[in-house]
């Protein structure tokens, strides 16, 4: 049955903190059982001796490197676990070619996007990452190429091995006294700040989703995206890849930065639009670029237009690959595979069940609402890439957000730390909060984060990246046995939003939302009533209460070819201010979305994307 051994764990885990010590005495036995049977794990990327040491103690080990898709499919079918690094692509036929003896994939490293998650799923195979051994050695890399390029280490180098002592060619920009741009204050960037800020930098970081005050007691000023990009002389990103962030660096970004900038990327390729990089550098707006990431990874050696150039300074992925990082990441993945062969959850899983299936099914449309509630609010919340506008002739704004103005939002300086959860419960204080919470952390977090949310982890990921979680249960009607919840709300506290509708009155980005006939819906956003289920992707728009809106923005929709799916109008007073919710199946273009901005009464528009957690 698929997720057996995840559902299992999960099981035990929640069993495990229930029990008395008495009780861990008898699952102690029950592990000696699973122990009895020596688990087959295949190790297909060099991993940390430590690592290995420690995984023969309780397994048989197989080391197989630089294997075809074909032979990892002949081998997958006789291992229990399988531990890879980047380099491995697990896809679904080799998760079919296992014939369900695949447990466990551990991937030595954080990044699991070499791993079919939904295959994996689907097989009941636990995937395993170790997030957090290898941050030191990632920021310690993006600081060596920093170092590298602006004194031209790789090419003087490269120079005197050709046999030329040449000390004009190779002369280098200071870094003291500089101010650098780090986008993405997560594990890694904040990391860097504070070497940065050794070096002698002035440190900035554009984070829309990061603690504000985290990066103060840093010393770090978060700042707009506009703003990193005008002031910073370096930038370096470290972000994850995402639909939000894919190809955030473009010729318009490119453009505003400083004429003779200089850019490190040691987080993903694709965060970078490599084309419009290489115009960057022609035209010397950009003076340099150190890049360990690449869109296609290895690219293509032969016509590389970026990799062969003297301004550009390359490494294959090495971010993560120094001794002490692989051997952390070893024991780190190890722990991790061995407790769940073992059939425990641990702090690590990727694709775990937030919950067994028998109270999944209870619990479904409740926990949906809670990690889509998670989602709306962290989507609401300003960055760069924000499809939103407002119009330019807008007056009246009842809100005190400061949600940028123009076709581009630029994004807000970002900084949120709180998130307040309300309930309101038949149940009262007697909820159990703990797996909603878990919900709406994972709704936030998975969404801009590398973290991937179990019920396990869930308060430690969000204590890590400073987020303060208030709960407030307050008893509702009813019987207090059927009914879970009446209804739930989410607020952020003091991040921009990108839509300033959504703004309460106390200055956070407020969702609520309730269960009707087994459905999740949002009910409230803002100070504005309104009635979306929770999924699809839907365009919001707040204007004046006057008739011609929802034609005029219909029109302009289909002339876009953008199919609608519903729509909804709610109002606060008559002749006062609405809110329009429209369904739609594909996303306007921004020429559409700026001309909706046009129509007379439209004050604000915004995009608001797949509010429902993907299907589990
Ligand atoms: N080169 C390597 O070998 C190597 C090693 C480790 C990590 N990485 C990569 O480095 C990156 C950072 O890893 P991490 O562990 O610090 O992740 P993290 O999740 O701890 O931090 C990522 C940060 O990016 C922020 N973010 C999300 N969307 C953003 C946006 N639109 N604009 C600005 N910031 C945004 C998040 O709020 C978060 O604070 C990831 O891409 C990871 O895959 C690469
Ligand atoms: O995702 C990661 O952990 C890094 O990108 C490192 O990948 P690697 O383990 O293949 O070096």
């Known amino acids: 049955m698929a997720w057996s051994l995840a559902d299992r764990a999960v099981r035990r885990s929640a069993a495990a903190a229930r029990r008395p010590a008495a009780g861990r005495r008898c699952c102690a036995r029950v592990e000696a059982v699973y122990a009895t049977h020596r688990a087959t794990v295949l190790v297909t990327e060099k991993l940390g001796d430590a690592g290995l040491d420690r995984l023969r ?11 075809t898709q074909e032979e990892l499919c002949a081998k997958v079918s006789l291992v229990d676990a399988l531990i890879v690094r980047s380099g491995t692509k697990v896809t679904r036929a080799v998760f079919e070619a296992s014939h369900g003896r695949l447990k466990v994939v551990g991937r030595a490293g954080v990044g699991v996007d070499n791993v079919d998650l939904a295959a994996a799923t689907e097989a009941g195979c636990l995937v395993v990452n170790a997030p957090t051994a290898n941050t030191v050695a990632a920021a310690e890399h993006g600081i060596a190429l920093l170092c590298a390029m602006a004194r031209n280490i790789p090419q003087a180098d490269a120079s005197m091995k050709a046999g030329s002592w040449d000390r004009s060619a190779y002369v280098g920009t200071s870094l003291a006294g500089k101010t650098i741009a780090v986008y993405g204050f997560g594990k890694v960037g ?63 970004a490119f453009a505003r930065m400083k004429r003779g900038a200089r850019i490190i990327n040691v987080a993903r390729g694709g965060v970078i639009d490599e084309a419009a990089l290489l115009r960057a550098l022609e035209s010397k707006q950009v003076a340099q670029a150190a890049l360990d990431v690449f869109l296609e990874e290895p690219p293509s050696f032969e016509n590389h237009p970026l990799v062969h150039r003297p301004d550009v300074i390359c490494t294959p992925h090495l971010g993560a690959s120094t001794t002490e990082a692989q051997e952390g ?47 709306a609010a962290v989507g609401l919340v300003s960055n760069s890439t924000s499809s939103s506008s407002s119009a330019s002739s807008s007056s009246s704004s009842s809100s005190s957000s400061s949600s940028s103005g123009g076709a581009h939002s630029q994004g807000g300086k970002g900084g949120f730390g709180d998130i307040a959860i309300t309930y309101s419960s038949p149940r009262g204080d007697d909820l159990d909060t703990r797996l909603l919470r878990a919900m709406v952390i994972k709704g936030v977090l998975e969404e801009t984060t590398t973290s991937k ?67 999740p819906f949002l009910t409230k956003i803002g100070n504005f009533d ?46 006062g201010e609405a809110i329009m919710a429209i369904g739609i199946d594909s996303e306007p273009s ?4 700026e001309e909706i901005t046009r129509v007379k009464g439209v004050i604000e528009v915004t995009i608001f994307k797949e509010v429902a957690p993907p299907q589990r």
């Open 57 to 67: 103690l309780t397994c048989n080990v197989e080391t197989a490197y630089g294997l």
């Open 190 to 252: 904040s990391e860097v700040s504070r070497r940065a800020r050794g070096l002698g930098l002035t440190v900035v970081a554009y984070d829309p989703y990061a603690s504000a005050e985290k990066a103060a007691a840093q010393g770090v000023q978060l700042v707009t995206f506009d703003e990193a990009l005008q002031v910073a002389d370096f930038h370096t990103l470290h972000m994850p890849l995402t639909p939000g962030t894919k190809g955030l660096f473009n010729d318009s």
């Open 329 to 375: 990441v070893a024991l780190e993945v190890v722990e991790a595979v061995v407790d769940a062969l073992a059939g425990n959850l641990s702090v690590n899983a990727v694709n775990a069940p937030m919950v067994p299936a028998e109270i999944l099914r209870e619990l479904q449309p409740y926990i949906v609402l809670a990690e889509g509630l998670g989602r």
């Open 453 to 519: 949310v179990n019920l396990v982890n869930a308060d430690l990921l969000a204590r890590n990246r400073g987020l303060r979680i208030t709960e407030v249960s307050i008893r509702a009607g009813g019987d207090g046995t059927s009914e879970v919840l009446t209804s739930m709300s989410v607020a952020l506290g003091t991040a921009d939003s990108k839509f300033s509708a959504a703004v309460d009155r106390t200055n956070r980005i407020y969702v609520e939302g309730r269960v009707t006939g087994g459905a």
């Open 530 to 575: 309104v009635e979306l289920a929770v999924q699809g992707s839907v365009m919001l728009t707040r204007q004046r209460d006057q008739p011609g809106i929802v034609g005029g923005v219909g029109m302009l929709l289909s002339r876009d070819n953008v199919n609608i799916s519903f729509m909804t109008v709610s109002r606060t007073a008559k002749d």
């Open 590 to 593: 921004p020429a559409t979305l």
